[in-house]
């Protein structure tokens, strides 16, 4: 019962200052543009790379060369899904 108030309490909380934080248009745009940046930095993995390993990778490379695929795949499935 004690950790449904804790919890029930810090819902609220964040309810109330993410309202607060929402209704100015200012901070409503700083937190978009934050929150962009964050899921494009997340976006952003070296996905260019495992599809061309020979070219600066070189232990991708040597992987590829020993049968690893799994980059080159990857790399191919994630192209093929956008």
Known sequence: MQKRKVLYTVS?????TMSF???NKDKRKNIKNKYDQIVH???SMPIRTAGVPEEDNAENAKMVAEGSQ???Q?????????
Do not use: S
């Open 21 to 23: 934080l929402l209704l």
């Open 12 to 16: 609220a909380i964040g309810a109330g």
């Open 41 to 43: 930095k997340k976006t």
């Open 74 to 82: 990857y790399y191919n499935h994630h192209m093929k899904n956008r």
């Open 70 to 72: 799994f980059g080159v």
